[in-house]
């Protein structure tokens, strides 16, 4: 098999399991800072937050929805909770829209 691009591969696909971390605990960590949750500000502060983590790569197969690596999870909540609260403070105070 040509190895030519591997981000093409048909059957195997790279993922930030990160990304599924932030987005997981987006919504009650918002929610607990009173934070604004429309579509623009939930996503400025999840592309923040991630800029900020470490990526987590994994290799699934395509189309394969992921199931959580709990011992994972636990040893990244604290961090995921500090990037996500950082990223609403400077989201809040510049957002895409008036308040
Ligand atoms: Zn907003």
Redesign the pocket.
């Known amino acids: 098999m040509s190895a030519a691009n591997p981000l093409r591969n048909q059957n195997l696909q790279i993922q930030n399991y990160m990304e599924t971390c932030v987005a997981d605990m987006l919504k009650p960590v918002l929610d607990g800072l009173n934070a604004?949750?429309?579509d623009?500000?939930v996503m400025d502060i999840l592309a923040i937050s991630l800029n900020s983590l470490p990526p987590k790569y994994v290799v699934t197969k395509k189309g394969e929805l992921y199931t959580k690596i709990s011992n994972l999870q636990n040893q990244f909540d604290v961090d995921i909770i500090a990037a996500i609260a950082k990223a609403s403070v400077i989201v809040s105070r510049n957002?895409?829209?008036d308040r």
């Open positions: 604004c949750q429309c623009n500000c957002p895409r829209h």
